[in-house]
C-alpha cells in the first residue's frame, strides 16, 4: 500500500452486532422475525425499506413503527454493517475498500466507474479455498464463510458512501459477486443477500443486473437456478480438461462436459439469456491458436459470451500476461467462430482492486496455508490493523 493511494481510514473499534443484525435478512426471514414476535408480516416491508432504501441503521428513527416495538428492537435487534478499514482510489476512479468483518480479518470490495455504468464487486467469503493457481485471493487461504449481513453490507455501505455524497455522486448499476470467494460454496448466504439485492422493497436490482461469477461447483449451479438466477458468469481459462485441472483444481470435481451442461441448464428455456465464461490470458499457457479454435469448438452449443481477462500479475505468481497482439489474435478467432468477444479493460491495477488482485486480510483456518503464507509478503492493508 502506498501512503498516497490512501483516500482515508476509518479509525473506529470493531462492532458486534448487539442481538439479531436484521440487515442481512431478506424479506421471507424477516417476515417469519416478525411473526414469532407477535408482528404483522407487513412490518417487515417497512423496516427494509428503511433499512436498505432509506440506510436507517437506528430503530428510533423508524417513525412508521410503534413506539413499542421501535423500543423493542433498539434492545434486542441492530442493523450492523461491517466497517471500512481503509479506502484506496486509483487515477482511473475505481475505488478499493479494506471491509473489515473480524478483528484480524477484512475482504475487499472495489467499485468501478465506466459511465453510464458503475459496478460494484463484492466478497463472499474471507479468502478462498479453491486454490487456483494464477489467483492472489487463493494465496490468502481460507478462513470462512461470510454471512448475507456481510455480503449485502457491502452494498449497503457502498451506496452509502457513494450516492449520499454530492461531491462524489456515483451510481452503483450493476454487482457482480467477482471478489474473494467462490459465492456457491456459501451458498444459503449469498442466495440471501442476492435475494435483498432484487428486492423491490430492498435495493431493487434488476436480475441482469446482478451476475455471479463461479469457478464452477456444478450442483449449486443448478440450485442457483431454482432459487435466484441472477446472470451467471463462469471462470472457465481452459478449453480442455488436463490444463483446467492445472488452473482450477475443481475441474478434478466437477469437469468441463458436467459445467458446460449446467451452463446450458441455466440458461435453456430464454433465447436472450448467455453464460460469460471468463478466460484469463497466460502468456504461453492458455493463449494459443490452438487454445483458442477448441475453446471455440466447446462453446459453440452454449449461448455464451466470453471475457478475456489479460492476467493481472500479484508477487510471485509466476505468470505472465499475454502480450496485446496475442490477446487480440485469440479474441479474433472466437469472433471468427461466431462467439461474442471483449477483452475486459483493466481497471484499478495501481491500487491492486484488478481481477484476481484482492488479497484482503485473512488468517487462514489451516496448517498448511499458515506454512504457505509465511513466505510471503504481508497483504496490502495488513499493516493498517496493526496499528
Ligand atoms: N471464485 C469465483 C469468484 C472470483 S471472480 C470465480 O472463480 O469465478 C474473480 C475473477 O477473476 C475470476 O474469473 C478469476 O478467475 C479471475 N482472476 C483471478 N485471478 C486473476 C488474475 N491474477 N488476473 C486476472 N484475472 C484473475
Redo the contacts with the bound molecule.
Keep these: 500500500m502506498n501512503a498516497h493511494d490512501e483516500h482515508a481510514v476509518y479509525e473506529s473499534p470493531a462492532r458486534e452486532a448487539a442481538g439479531t443484525n436484521l440487515l442481512g435478512l431478506s424479506r421471507t426471514a424477516l417476515e417469519r422475525y416478525f411473526e414469532a414476535r407477535g408482528e404483522r408480516p407487513f412490518r417487515a416491508v417497512q423496516v427494509l425499506k428503511w433499512i436498505h432504501q432509506q440506510r436507517i441503521a437506528r430503530f428510533a428513527a423508524m417513525t412508521n413503527l410503534s413506539k413499542d416495538l421501535r423500543a423493542r428492537l433498539e434492545a434486542e435487534a441492530s442493523v450492523t454493517p461491517p466497517e471500512i478499514v481503509a479506502v484506496h482510489e486509483s487515477v482511473d476512479g475505481t475505488i478499493k475498500w479494506l471491509v473489515r468483518v473480524a478483528p484480524d480479518n477484512c475482504v475487499e470490495m472495489v467499485f468501478i466507474p465506466d459511465t453510464p455504468r458503475g459496478t460494484l464487486c463484492i466478497s463472499?467469503q474471507v479468502g478462498?479455498a479453491?486454490n487456483?493457481t494464477?489467483?492472489?485471493?487463493a494465496r490468502q487461504g481460507f478462513n470462512r464463510n461470510l454471512g448475507s449481513a456481510e455480503i449485502i453490507g457491502q452494498l449497503w455501505l457502498a451506496r452509502s458512501m457513494l450516492e449520499s455524497s454530492s461531491e462524489r455522486s456515483r451510481t452503483i448499476t450493476n454487482i457482480v459477486?467477482?471478489?474473494?470467494?467462490?459465492?456457491l460454496l456459501n451458498f444459503d448466504n449469498v442466495v440471501e443477500a442476492l435475494e435483498l439485492m432484487l428486492d423491490d422493497n430492498a435495493h431493487g436490482f434488476a436480475r441482469r443486473r446482478v451476475t455471479l461469477?463461479?469457478?464452477g461447483v456444478v450442483p449449486k449451479i443448478d440450485a442457483l437456478r431454482q432459487r435466484c438466477p441472477v446472470s451467471l458468469?463462469?471462470?472457465l481459462?481452459a478449453p480442455n480438461d488436463r490444463l483446467r485441472d492445472e488452473l482450477?483444481p475443481l475441474n478434478k470435481h466437477y469437469p468441463i462436459r458436467d459445467l458446460l451442461a449446467a451452463c446450458r441448464r441455466y440458461v435453456a428455456g430464454d433465447p436472450r439469456e448467455k453464460v460469460t465464461f471468463?478466460y484469463?490470458m497466460l502468456a504461453g499457457v492458455n493463449d494459443s491458436r490452438q487454445h483458442a479454435l477448441e475453446l471455440a469448438a466447446l462453446l459453440a452449443d452454449v449461448p455464451s459470451k466470453v471475457n478475456l481477462?489479460?492476467?493481472?500479475?500479484?508477487p510471485s505468481?509466476g505468470?505472465r500476461r499475454s502480450p496485446e497482439h496475442v490477446i487480440d489474435a485469440f479474441r479474433d478467432v472466437l469472433l471468427s467462430r461466431g462467439i461474442m468477444t471483449i477483452t475486459r479493460k483493466t481497471r484499478g491495477g495501481d491500487i491492486d482492486a484488478?481481477?484476481?488482485?484482492l488479497a484482503g486480510v485473512v488468517q487462514p483456518r489451516s496448517q498448511r496455508m499458515r506454512a504457505r503464507r509465511a513466505g510471503r509478503l504481508a497483504p496490502a492493508g495488513a499493516e493498517r490493523l496493526q496499528s
Design positions: 463472499s478462498c479453491l487456483c494464477f489467483c492472489a485471493t459477486l467477482m471478489g474473494m470467494g467462490e459465492p461469477s463461479t469457478a458468469a463462469v471462470s481459462h482450477v471468463e484469463v481477462i489479460p492476467f493481472n500479475p500479484f505468481s505468470y484488478a481481477c484476481g488482485q
